[in-house]
């Protein structure tokens, strides 16, 4: 079952922030965050693998809420370079692949 | 710099013709990965291994597609015969078993017409 983002898409101004949500309708295992920028491969950006957990670096950061089955990506402060389309990938258990999303557009304007 | 190599990068070929793409996995990585990639599905995952053993292919259309890892260097995708609805961008990627992050190659954009 594929997880759900939204927003679709959103367009900020450099330095405002952003949270993209990402739910499933079945346990999760694990959530992993990866950003695409157009015509380029997804590069992974963090795993969080236990319920509650946050993780971050520099002004990207998440949340796993293993009990509504959600994760949460907050982009804090954004940069041009934050631009991209950012997926999130879920797996059950047990397995290494992942199933995506369909993916959050991030548009980032000076 | 380590990296994850696919070969080709793009592909135009006709319908009902065969494809085969290659990717060279990260060395040291026990763990391969096929997504595909469309406007409409976004990134699917067609098959994995490890330790060169497939351990999952249920992504894929088992009629025209297979994937195989011949050595611990070389995974292969191939489609037999390809069709228009195949046309996408096939990505491989590499990484540790259990959890842990992929690593992407650039991926082959295959145009079936």
């Known amino acids: 079952q594929q997880p759900v983002q939204s927003p679709q898409a959103v367009i900020l101004r450099e330095g405002e922030d952003a949270v993209i949500n990402c739910s499933s309708s079945?346990?999760?295992?694990?959530v992993h965050w990866y950003r695409q920028k157009h015509g380029e491969a997804p590069v992974f950006l963090m795993i969080?693998?236990?319920?509650?957990e946050q993780k971050g670096h520099d002004k990207i950061s998440a949340s796993f809420n293993e009990k509504k089955q959600q994760s949460s990506l907050y982009l804090t402060a954004s940069q041009l370079s934050y631009s991209g389309t950012y997926f999130c990938?879920?797996?059950?258990?047990?397995?290494?692949?992942?199933?995506f999303g369909k993916g959050t557009h991030l548009i980032i304007q000076p | 710099d380590a990296r994850v190599t696919q070969t080709p990068r793009d592909k135009v070929t006709e319908m009902g013709q065969e494809v085969t793409m290659r990717c060279q996995p990260i060395?040291?990585?026990?763990?391969v990965f096929w997504y595909r990639q469309t406007m409409m599905q976004g990134l699917e995952l067609l098959a994995y291994?490890?330790?060169?053993?497939?351990?999952?292919d249920s992504g894929m259309p088992k009629d025209r597609f297979s994937a195989e890892m011949p050595d611990a260097t070389l995974a292969t995708l191939k489609i037999q015969p390809s069709e228009p609805r195949d046309s996408a961008v096939y990505f491989c990627?590499?990484?540790?078993?259990?959890?842990?992050?992929?690593?992407f190659g650039q991926g082959t954009r295959l145009t079936v017409v």
């Open positions: 990627a590499s990484g540790f078993s259990g959890n842990t992050e992929a690593f």
């Open positions: 079945k346990a999760l295992y694990s």
């Open positions: 969080l693998l236990k319920g509650g």
């Open positions: 990938g879920t797996s059950g258990g047990g397995a290494d692949g992942l199933t």
């Open positions: 060395l040291g990585h026990n763990t």
């Open positions: 291994f490890r330790n060169r053993a497939p351990l999952d």
